[in-house]
């Protein structure tokens, strides 16, 4: 604890009021208000706010304490000097705390109205240590909600042990739970001190370790706002520079080797699973924007990482992880980054070429042939899809490459589909017909749903399709804002004649990939620009009306 630390005594917690919401703040004078009203205004059941103020020099530490002189229930501390991390401020309230329970807010995001009632509801009712609820990645300024691990969180639940339910792991966050303060106190569960990232990982399997009761509720707990125009990115979004991801794999390591000393086997294997799908699928995917040497010391980092991961951990993860995975073992320097990047990407795309190994099973490459694709082969059983797609559901779904070429002209807008096979396993399935579906990005809203029928190429190894594209109705729909540039995802469903379909994505390929003015009969003019996403799937920006044209304008000749 740091000897420097000021603070004032609180009002004494009522039978009623249980919980003790610590909010941890540096330099966020902006947000950190909106922070502490949000843990103030859950009602009779906060005893108190601890907010805690991490040698901050831009008056945040002044904006706390004007709030408290109006409002009894919020202590401050001070810290008399930064810590670098988010734990050391974390366990100061939690020191400080004398609820019964106790959770965590950062300044930055909001507890929605409800959220510690459903808690404390649920960990009293059912006995449970432990309550943890739903929480949404809320993209600003657009507003756009995505869910974080929502198959966790589908309807309410109760594990009397973590390991009747080892997908918790995969939720790595410390904010979306209530915590009883006398089970983290008992079992000296404690966050990392000082300039540490990712403490977040390592806290939560200190709490999976000790094996606690969990209820779980489906309501949302908790807002986590991702600005990515920050000036200051937070340390989930800043991974341009490769300490970042030595950070990241520190952590992990960290984890297993709490979960396998505590003798939690199945948590150890399903957290090195999840960092296959999900930590390393997100980085791979953004590998080509990286510079060489950054990319040459992520191989490596991440090869002797992956070493220690036992073969039942690779082969449990999702086929475009476990692939990734051994291709980078297989690779002694970064290859194949335009390939790696498509079957990273959110559902993955297979590029060809389709090579096979001396028995005719599928593998990456001619290069690579020791790295089998398995799942790929006829009759082996297909991967589920993933759910964090919209539009898409979780049935299975092969990851066919779909090659998307955007034509726009004055007349009308076309979308030119090209269908790979993959390894006969499409073929054997007889794709008949193909719909392209649009969804504004903010809010996941449906737009339209487009439809062509497939043709097979001479040679048999493809499809082709010409997609007609009507950009006017994702102006004209409810919540649109014409004039400005609105991104649009796509994505694709195969029909095929043995009662399959397929989900797929879209690769952006072609000439078209850039700015369109285009006319329109009810905003006199449309401006359209197809463009590739991070992992390589098209997506489309549009706006309407000439006050859009003159704002885009305006902004080039500023630059």
């Known amino acids: 604890m740091n000897d420097a630390l000021e603070s004032q005594p609180g009002p004494a917690p009522t039978p009623a009021?249980?919980?003790?919401?610590?909010?941890i703040a540096f330099n966020d004078a902006v947000h950190v208000a909106d922070a502490v009203r949000s843990a103030l205004a859950q009602g009779d059941a906060v005893a108190e706010v601890?907010?805690?103020?991490?040698?901050?020099?831009?008056g945040t530490g002044a904006a706390l304490d004007a709030l408290a002189r109006s409002e009894p229930r919020l202590r401050v501390l001070h810290r008399g000097e930064n810590s670098g991390g988010c734990g050391s401020p974390r366990n100061d309230g939690l020191r400080a705390a004398a609820g019964r329970y106790v959770m965590f807010l950062d300044s930055d995001d909001v507890l929605p109205p409800g959220a510690v009632p459903a808690l404390l509801a649920a960990a009293l009712r059912h006995g449970a240590p432990v309550a943890a609820g739903a929480c949404v990645r809320r993209e600003l300024p657009a507003r756009r909600d995505v869910p974080w691990q929502p198959a966790l969180y589908r309807e309410p639940a109760v594990y009397d042990t973590p390991e009747a339910a080892p997908q918790l792991v995969r939720d790595t966050l410390c904010v979306n739970k209530l915590y009883a303060r006398d089970f983290l106190t008992g079992h000296a569960i404690t966050f990392p001190e000082g300039r540490y990232h990712y403490e977040d990982f390592v806290f939560t399997a200190r709490v999976l370790a000790a094996a606690p009761k969990i209820a779980t509720v489906p309501d949302t707990v908790y807002v986590w706002h991702v600005r990515r125009a920050a000036a200051k990115q937070s340390i989930s979004l800043d991974r341009k520079d490769v300490a970042n991801w030595r950070q990241r794999l520190e952590a992990h390591r960290t984890v297993l080797r709490i979960l396998k000393d505590a003798g939690r086997k199945a948590l150890a294997r399903a957290a090195a699973t999840k960092f296959l799908?999900?930590?390393?699928?997100?980085?791979?995917?953004?590998?080509?924007?990286r510079s060489a040497d950054y990319r040459a010391e992520w191989w490596q980092l991440t090869r002797g990482h992956l070493a220690g991961f036992e073969e039942a951990e690779v082969a449990a993860a999702q086929a475009p992880a476990r692939w990734l995975?051994?291709?980078?073992?297989?690779?002694?320097?970064?290859?194949?980054?335009?390939?790696?990047t498509q079957l990273a990407a959110r559902p993955g795309r297979l590029?060809?070429?389709y090579a096979t190994g001396p028995d005719g099973a599928p593998v990456w490459s001619?290069?690579?042939?020791?790295?089998?694709?398995?799942g790929l082969a006829a009759g082996d059983a297909v991967d589920a899809a993933d759910e964090d797609v919209p539009g898409l559901d979780a049935s299975p779904r092969l990851p066919v490459a779909v090659d998307a070429d955007p034509v726009l002209g004055a007349a009308r807008g076309l979308l030119r589909l090209r269908v790979h096979d993959l390894y006969g396993r499409l073929a054997a399935a007889g794709p008949v017909s193909v719909n392209v579906a649009l969804h504004r990005r903010r809010d996941d809203r449906p737009g339209p749903v487009h439809t062509a029928t497939l043709t097979p190429t001479a040679d048999g190894t493809a499809w082709t399709a010409t997609v007609a594209l009507d950009l006017t109705p994702l102006t004209e729909l409810p919540g649109s804002r014409p004039a400005e540039p609105e991104p649009w995802d796509l994505t694709a469903r195969l029909t095929c004649t043995d009662g399959t379909a397929i989900g797929v994505g879209l690769r952006a390929v072609g000439t078209g990939l850039r700015r369109h003015v285009l006319p329109s009969r009810r905003q006199l003019v449309l401006l359209a620009q197809p463009y590739p996403t991070t992992g390589g799937a098209l997506a489309l920006r549009v706006a309407s009306g000439p006050r859009s044209v003159w704002r885009i304008a305006a902004r080039?000749?500023?630059r």
């Open 17 to 23: 009021a249980q919980v003790s919401v610590v909010v």
């Open 50 to 58: 601890i907010a805690v103020d991490d040698a901050s020099t831009d």
């Open 277 to 289: 799908d999900h930590d390393l699928r997100m980085y791979v995917r953004e590998l080509h924007t």
């Open 325 to 340: 995975a051994r291709v980078v073992l297989a690779s002694p320097a970064p290859c194949d980054l335009d390939r790696l």
């Open 351 to 353: 590029l060809p070429p």
């Open 366 to 374: 001619a290069e690579l042939p020791e790295v089998r694709l398995d």
């Open 556 to 558: 080039r000749l500023r």
